[in-house]
């Protein structure tokens, strides 16, 4: 379990009326996270446990299938601290804008309180890297000082697979019809999230939350915030871009949105369907256009990490990754491409080697998810999820052009 110095990010929520995203100077709220790169056995094998919870995204079908996807540990996530029951414990869950469910017990184990409600139903994730079966229960939720959330729906795990050890759950963030079919004897009801309750119960008056990562090289670091009902004005450089969220299934029931992606001038994706995931380590994209980049920046598939392998030379000639959405480009550089150097021993790789974080989706475009945007974008740019006007907005940050890596 983590104490709460190390636990990374601070999480402000906003408690204005605005009919748009409104900065947060000084909230009265703060909520530490972290970011775990967990080695405790060894090597991770990072693009597979990415690859395991692709799977599951394509097809969400699989959450309620019987788990028979393979299953690999979590190993690198986002976690925050939340407090459940009155008085309340403390569960360190992964912060998931791919999933809706918010459940606690693959860890420290659920402590029934005087605020705790067995509703009977059976829940069900599958994560494709992991999943939970489990109990419903609603209980009152407390995020930073004393901000708390009562009649909150939480899975209670009776059985969870794929999760290291520290990690109790997850606090989905994710469209509130990704709990659809999760409570197993009601298949077509919904659960609402914590967004949608600190909307309903008048905590925040808008419902959005925001993101800032910051590049980090390393295991555990503070380096990033969440933040509800708001923004945060020195976590982003320049406006906050708007985006509709995409109508191409499957991508429109995840935070989706429509992009096109040029590699220096050419563009190797053409304006197509996708999903922002902060539950993904890498950046994928469809197949075809993987090939298109492997051929530019000269990349071979190493063995030990499954990554593009670059030499000193072909970095020295990398251009920008260009992501085009709406009017607005977003420019990974050269080194806003790599894997950060310092952790390439934790993936098996050798420590001075230069590999690429973009890797294969391993379908073809055309499909309606065509990329995942994933952490290795998260980290460079700042992103809002405003669920009331259906939209994902971006914007530059004092880390977009770091070369931290």
Known sequence: MFPAVSLLTIIPLALSITASPVEVVNSPITLPIARRLDVSNGTINLLQQDRDRITALKDRTLKHSGHNTPLTNVANSYLIAVGVGSPPTTYNLVVDTGSSNTWVGAGTSYVVTKTSVNTGQPVSVSYGSGFFDGTEYTDTVTLGK???IPHQSIGVAVDSSGFSPGVDGILGIGPVDLTQGTLVDEPTTTIPTVADNL???GTIHHEFFSISFEPTTSKKVTNGELTFGG????KHVGPITYTPVTKTKPASGYWGIDQSISYGSKTILSSTAGIIDTGTTFLYIASDAFDKYKSATGGTPDTATGLLLIS?????A???L????GSETYTLTPNGQLWPRALNTYLGG?????YLAIADLDTPSGEGLDFISGQ?????FYSVYDVSHSRVGFAKTPYTDATTN
């Open 312 to 316: 000193s030379t072909q970095y020295g």
């Open 199 to 201: 909307h309903s119960q």
């Open 318 to 320: 990398l251009q920008n």
């Open 231 to 234: 923004t945060v004005a020195d």
């Open 376 to 380: 290795t974008f998260l980290e460079r």
């Open 350 to 354: 050798s420590s001075k080697a230069l």
């Open 322 to 325: 260009n992501f085009h959405i």
């Open 146 to 148: 004393g901000l708390t």
